[in-house]
């Protein structure tokens, strides 16, 4: 069974930085995508960041130029730096993996990180 788990969430003031890491283990294997999704309260959950496993990554606008994806293709991990944190950034912030063959998707429990202004 595969199993990512997310750390590095927590309360930080607006202007902040925060790391958030994804690790994948257990039957992971051939990793395609790995992504950060976030769903704040009352609203629906939302792409943050995707990065392939060739490094080729997507940005929702809100957060282009502040957060940054990365992972290491060999440890199944993935990062978030996430930079200049807003109040609205507020969120449960989740990881995914696409892999396998056929393709499946996992998903990690979250963090929550709050943003106060």
Not at 9 to 30: E, H, I, K, P, W
Not at 49 to 75: E, L, M
Not at 93 to 109: F, R
């Amino acid at each position: 069974q595969a199993l990512l788990v997310e750390s590095g969430g927590g309360l930080v003031q607006a202007g902040g930085s925060l790391r958030l890491t994804c690790v994948g283990s257990g039957n992971l294997f051939s990793v395609n995508a790995m992504g950060w999704y976030r769903q704040a309260p009352g609203k629906k959950r939302e792409m943050v960041a995707v990065i392939t496993s060739g490094g080729h990554t997507i940005y929702a606008d809100s957060v282009k130029g502040r957060f940054t994806i990365s992972r290491d293709n060999a440890k199944n991990t993935a990062w978030l730096q996430m930079n200049s944190l807003i109040p609205e950034d507020t969120a449960v912030y989740s990881c995914n993996a696409d892999w396998g063959s056929p393709i499946k998707t996992s998903w990690g429990q979250g963090t929550q990180v709050t943003v106060s202004s």
